[in-house]
């Protein structure tokens, strides 16, 4: 819609004086904040790599939109909180995307819906496995030094369907027509190192046995010393992810439920909880380490149930474990599982601020793609922020303490963190928090023959931000 024809109009709500809407004819945008995160993505060419994977099928003369400048339209899209094809058709224009795809805003527009729809859903299943290993490489590649332990969360999330997408079906427990992929995260560096779109009615631990084949051995290949930590919820606890990860030779950490047996078993020690709770009125947390086979199982597992007891009632949950030290020393075992909280908010990153859940192309294959576009928006995220994170620590907000910041406890790890994501809010915040602060920026765009020049308002209360991030993706490092 032009506003030519209905500009100007006055809204009279201020008694002072009235207040007068008129068309500029500057060259605006509303995203300038996305001109360090292109500055950052130059540096560790994360969308260079992505496009790499890809063939294209079209003659030269038929090329008016590269697919590099198509995968940067929906990546940096999806940041900027346009995760649909639909959304570029407004955006063709816009001077900040034009820049960020390589364009001068005098050089035409971007590629349409249309365009964009056709390159998803051109894309074939040997580039869905290029994919994959791009997003392993970028993985592996986020570990500066060789770790010495590298833990990987598996989970797998409802996305829910609006139409008649492939291989959508309708599962009772969501009680939704959906897909449900999976998602493995690492927790040294939050990046995400594999995804996968699945049908509708799988269980959560499909495929996961060679999803976890694949990510060990390019692992192994990086780093061959490497401990590999694998922790699930209770979704993946079938013999079969025991047994693959006894043949990969992970140490594993994986949910249960607490069935009638368990609970059987666990009801003495609930009991105390209960007790020493009633007598000092402070949260008990018991721990009972045994030797348990379901039927289901060739062999006993070990597992660890926690009790706990407190002003809202009780709790018990359980995990099965290869662990050393597990009988030693449970509450380590559980505690190291309950860290896994953290991959959980990778996921709600990944689905809910940038809308992986947004699979609406009829083709799986273009749903599945998709996927990896998403992915590949988080991760393009995650490096920035860890880059540019002002790596706070005790000390620097007020907390007096020896400890390293892994080894605090209740009530230091909580205030730490809150005081952590006041003072550093972008080092430690969601994409939302990233668009509101440093994305939607709004600025004028002045070509001239020389130069291309962004006017930021004076008034912008995130321009301080804007000048540290943009300063630290100027310093950062080029990957070779």
């Given at each position: 819609m032009?506003l030519?024809g209905?500009l100007?109009?006055v809204?009279?709500?201020l008694?002072?004086?009235r207040?007068?809407?008129?068309?500029?004819a500057?060259?605006?945008?509303?995203?300038?904040?996305?001109?360090?995160v292109r500055?950052?993505?130059?540096?560790i060419q994360?969308?260079?790599?992505f496009?790499?994977?890809?063939?294209?099928?079209r003659?030269?003369a038929d090329?008016?939109h590269t697919?590099?400048?198509?995968v940067?339209?929906?990546?940096?899209?999806?940041?900027?909180?346009?995760?649909?094809?639909n959304?570029?058709?407004?955006?063709r224009?816009?001077?900040a995307?034009?820049?960020?795809?390589?364009?001068?805003?005098?050089?035409g527009?971007?590629?349409?819906?249309?365009?964009?729809s056709?390159?998803?859903?051109?894309?074939t299943?040997a580039e869905?496995?290029?994919l994959?290993?791009v997003?392993?490489d970028?993985f592996?590649?986020?570990?500066?030094?060789?770790?010495?332990?590298?833990?990987?969360?598996?989970?797998?999330?409802d996305?829910e369907?609006h139409?008649?997408?492939?291989?959508i079906?309708?599962?009772?427990?969501?009680?939704?027509y959906?897909?449900l992929?999976i998602?493995v995260?690492?927790a040294?560096?939050?990046?995400?190192?594999?995804?996968g779109l699945?049908?509708?009615?799988?269980?959560?631990w499909?495929?996961?046995?060679?999803?976890?084949?694949?990510?060990?051995?390019?692992?192994?290949e990086r780093?061959p010393?490497?401990e590999i930590?694998?922790?699930a919820?209770?979704?993946?606890?079938?013999?079969?992810?025991?047994?693959?990860?006894?043949e990969l030779?992970?140490?594993?950490t994986?949910?249960?439920g607490?069935?009638p047996?368990?609970?059987a078993l666990?009801a003495?020690?609930l009991a105390?909880?209960?007790?020493q709770?009633d007598?000092t009125?402070?949260?008990q947390?018991?721990?009972?380490?045994?030797?348990y086979?379901?039927?289901s199982?060739?062999?006993?597992?070990?597992?660890?149930?926690?009790?706990e007891?407190?002003?809202e009632g009780?709790?018990?949950?359980?995990?099965s474990?290869?662990?050393?030290?597990?009988?030693?020393n449970?509450q380590a075992?559980y505690?190291e599982?309950?860290?896994?909280g953290e991959?959980?908010?990778?996921?709600?990153?990944?689905?809910?601020e940038l809308?992986?859940?947004?699979?609406?192309?009829h083709?799986?294959?273009?749903?599945?793609?998709?996927?990896y576009?998403?992915a590949?928006?988080?991760n393009l995220?995650?490096?920035?922020?860890?880059?540019?994170?002002?790596r706070?620590?005790p000390?620097?907000?007020?907390i007096?303490?020896d400890?390293?910041?892994?080894?605090l406890?209740a009530?230091?790890r909580?205030?730490?963190?809150?005081?952590r994501r006041?003072?550093d809010?972008?080092?430690?915040?969601?994409?939302?928090?990233?668009?509101?602060?440093?994305?939607?920026?709004?600025?004028?765009v002045?070509v001239?023959?020389?130069?291309?020049?962004?006017?930021?308002?004076?008034?912008?209360?995130?321009?301080?931000?804007?000048?540290?991030?943009?300063?630290?993706?100027l310093?950062y490092?080029?990957?070779?």
């Open positions: 032009s030519q209905v100007p109009f809204f009279d709500f008694p002072q004086k207040i007068e809407v008129e068309v500029s500057a060259r605006l945008t509303g995203d300038a904040g996305l001109l360090p500055q950052f993505d130059e540096a994360l969308t260079a790599r496009a790499g994977a890809l063939r294209d099928q003659s030269g090329i008016t697919q590099l400048s198509m940067r339209q929906r990546i940096y899209g999806i940041l900027a909180g346009y995760e649909d094809q959304d570029h058709d407004a955006l224009s816009d001077p995307f034009q820049l960020i795809c390589d364009r001068l805003p005098d050089d527009e971007l590629a349409s819906q249309p365009t964009l056709r390159f998803e859903n051109a894309v299943i869905l496995w290029r994959r290993d997003l392993c970028e592996l590649g986020a570990f500066r030094t060789p770790p010495a332990r590298i833990t990987l969360d598996l989970d797998a999330f996305d369907a139409g008649r997408q492939q291989l079906m309708f599962h009772g427990f969501y009680e939704q959906q897909y992929p998602v995260t690492c040294e560096t939050d990046m995400v190192a594999l995804v699945r049908h509708g009615t799988c269980p959560a499909l495929g996961a046995d060679d999803d976890l084949r694949y990510l060990a051995r390019r692992i192994r780093f010393d490497v930590v694998i922790r919820d209770g979704g993946f606890a079938t013999p079969l992810m025991y047994e693959v990860c006894e030779r992970l140490t594993h994986i949910g249960l607490m069935n047996r368990l609970k666990s003495d020690l105390q909880a209960q007790k709770f007598e009125g402070l949260q947390r018991l721990f009972l380490a045994l030797e086979q379901a039927d199982w060739p062999a006993p597992r070990q597992v660890v149930i926690k009790c007891a407190h002003a009780t709790n018990r949950r359980a995990v474990t290869n662990r050393p030290g597990w009988s030693v449970p075992v505690d599982y309950a860290a896994r991959s959980e908010n990778r996921n709600k990153e990944l689905k809910r809308a992986a859940d947004r699979t609406s192309d083709r799986f294959l273009a749903n599945f793609f998709r996927l576009l998403h590949a928006a988080l995220l995650v490096r920035l922020r860890r880059a540019t994170s002002q706070l620590e000390d620097d907000v007020g007096e303490t400890l390293p910041t892994e080894a406890a009530p230091q909580p205030t730490f963190f809150n005081r006041r003072d809010p972008l080092g430690e915040g969601f994409a939302c928090t990233w668009r509101t602060r440093l994305i939607k920026a709004a600025a004028e002045i001239s023959a020389r130069r291309v020049l962004i006017r930021l308002s004076a008034s912008w209360p995130f321009a301080d931000e804007y000048q540290r991030i943009s300063q630290a993706v310093a490092p080029r990957d070779s």
